[in-house]
C-alpha cells in the first residue's frame, strides 16, 4: 500500500504539532475517561482530577530532571513567562533591563513589551546581523552587561532551528549578576536535556511540539533558589499551601511552585496530553533523536542538489530537530506548502522559509516524496 497522510510517512511539522502512534485513540481515550469523571454523580471528581494533573506534572519533572515541587502547569509558554516576570522583586527589575534575542518566539516578545513600562525595565532585543537567519551567541553575550536584570533564551529557534549554547550563555549570565530563563519549547523531546548540566534560574516549555502532546498544556519550572522570592501576581485559591484556606485576609504562598497556581486549574489537557508522555517515556534513549538526524541529513542532501538554500545551521549539534530553507524565486513558499498538501505531505512557512520538521512517524519513504515532490515543483 502506497504511504499517505493516514500513516503519517509525510508529516513535517513537529515544530507545530507532534504526533506519535496511536495518537487520536489514545488522546480519546484520555479525554472520555475525565468526561466519566466529571459526569459521574459523586464526589470523586476532584481528587480523580487532581491526580491525573499530578501525573502530568511528575512526567514533566522527568523530561527535564527537575527537583521536586519546582514545577507546575501552564496554559502556554506566554502564561507561564507572565506568571514569573510578573512574581519577580523590583530589584530584578525596576530600572534595569530585560535581554531577549530578535529570533524569540514572538509572543513571549509581545508580551515582555507591554509589560516594560509598568515594572520599569527596558527591553533590549539583540538583532540577527544583516543577512543572517540567527542571532549568533556571540551578540547576544556582547549586549549583555551587568545592567541586565532578566535574560530570556531561547534554546532552538522556530525560524532556523538554531541551536544556542545553553551552558555558556547560563554561566555567562551568572557572572553579569542576571536572572536567566529559558523557552525549551522547540527543542525538549527530540534533544537530551538535562537541568542539572545548564541550570537556568526557569523555564517554560509546551507539550504540543516534540512531545506530541495537545494545546494548553505548558509548563513552568523555577528553580528552588528563586521560588521564595516570588509573588506571583496572578494568584488565586490554587496558590496557597493549602487552596481550602479561605480567610480572606489569611492568603500565604505555597512554599513550591504551586505558588504560581492560581485559580480552578484545567485537568483536560494535562489528561490528554498524558498518553503522549508516557509514550515519549518508554522509548529508548537516543533513538528518537536518531530518526530523526537520520532523515534531516535525506532531506538536506536532497534539498541542496535541487539548489534550496539552507537557512538553519549545517552542523547537527548546532540545530535542533527542524530544518528550514529558503524557497526559491518563483516559487512563493505558501504555494508550496498547498502543494505538498495536495499531495499528503505537511509541512509549513514562515514567510519566505519552508520548515520541515520529520518525527517518529514520519518515515524515509516519506522522505522520498517530499523530495520528488519538490523537484517536480522547482
Known amino acids: 500500500m502506497d504511504e499517505s497522510a493516514e500513516d503519517g510517512s509525510g508529516y513535517f511539522l513537529y515544530h507545530s504539532i507532534g504526533m506519535f502512534p496511536g495518537k487520536a485513540r489514545q488522546v480519546a481515550g484520555a479525554v472520555a475517561a475525565v468526561a466519566q469523571i466529571w459526569g459521574a454523580p459523586d464526589d470523586a471528581q476532584w481528587p480523580r482530577s487532581l491526580e491525573i494533573r499530578a501525573r502530568f506534572l511528575e512526567r514533566w519533572r522527568e523530561v527535564i530532571h527537575a527537583p521536586a515541587g519546582t514545577l507546575t502547569a501552564a496554559e502556554n509558554v506566554t502564561t507561564a513567562l507572565y506568571s514569573v516576570v510578573g512574581a519577580l522583586p523590583d530589584r530584578h527589575l525596576k530600572g534595569r ?23 520599569g525595565f527596558t527591553l533590549r532585543t539583540v538583532p540577527r546581523r544583516a543577512g543572517e537567519n540567527w542571532v549568533r551567541d556571540e551578540d547576544f553575550i ?16 522556530s525560524t532556523s532551528s538554531h541551536r544556542c549554547d545553553l551552558r555558556a550563555l547560563v554561566e555567562h549570565g551568572r ?33 504540543l511540539k516534540w ?3 495537545v494545546a494548553g498544556a505548558g509548563i513552568l519550572h523555577v528553580s528552588d533558589s528563586l521560588l521564595p522570592e516570588c509573588r506571583p501576581e496572578l494568584r488565586g485559591w490554587f496558590s496557597q499551601e493549602n487552596p481550602f484556606a479561605w480567610e480572606l485576609d489569611g492568603f500565604d504562598y505555597a512554599r513550591d511552585a504551586r505558588r504560581f497556581d492560581h485559580g480552578t486549574p484545567s485537568i483536560f489537557a ?31 542532501e536532497g534539498c541542496r542538489k535541487l539548489g534550496l538554500e539552507l537557512v538553519s545551521p549545517g552542523e547537527e549539534h548546532r540545530r535542533g530537530g527542524s530544518v528550514m530553507f529558503r ?24 514567510g519566505s522559509t519552508l520548515r520541515f520538521s520529520p518525527g517518529n512517524v514520519t518515515t524515509a519513504g516519506g522522505i522520498e516524496r517530499l523530495l520528488a515532490a519538490l523537484h517536480a515543483m522547482v
Request: hydrophobic residues 50%; charged residues 15%.
Open 97 to 119: 533591563c530585560v535581554l531577549i534575542a530578535a529570533d524569540c518566539f514572538p509572543s513571549l516578545h509581545f508580551l515582555l513589551s507591554g509589560m516594560a513600562e509598568r515594572r
Open 142 to 157: 556582547a549586549a549583555w552587561g551587568p545592567d541586565v536584570g532578566v535574560a530570556l533564551l531561547t534554546w532552538v529557534t
Open 175 to 207: 557572572k553579569m549578576g542576571t536572572l536567566v530563563g529559558a523557552d525549551i519549547t522547540q527543542g525538549v523531546g527530540i534533544l537530551p536535556f538535562d537541568l542539572a548540566a545548564s541550570p537556568p534560574d526557569f523555564i517554560v516549555a509546551s507539550t
Open 211 to 213: 512531545l506530541c502532546g
Open 270 to 300: 494535562a489528561a490528554a496530553c498524558l498518553p503522549a508522555l508516557e509514550w515519549h517515556a518508554q522509548q529508548e534513549s537516543g533513538a528518537l533523536l536518531t530518526h530523526n538526524h537520520t532523515l534531516t541529513r535525506a532531506l538536506i
Open 327 to 350: 524557497s526559491p524565486a518563483g516559487a512563493p513558499a505558501p504555494a508550496l506548502v498547498q502543494a505538498l498538501r495536495e499531495r499528503d505531505i505537511f509541512v509549513d512557512c514562515r
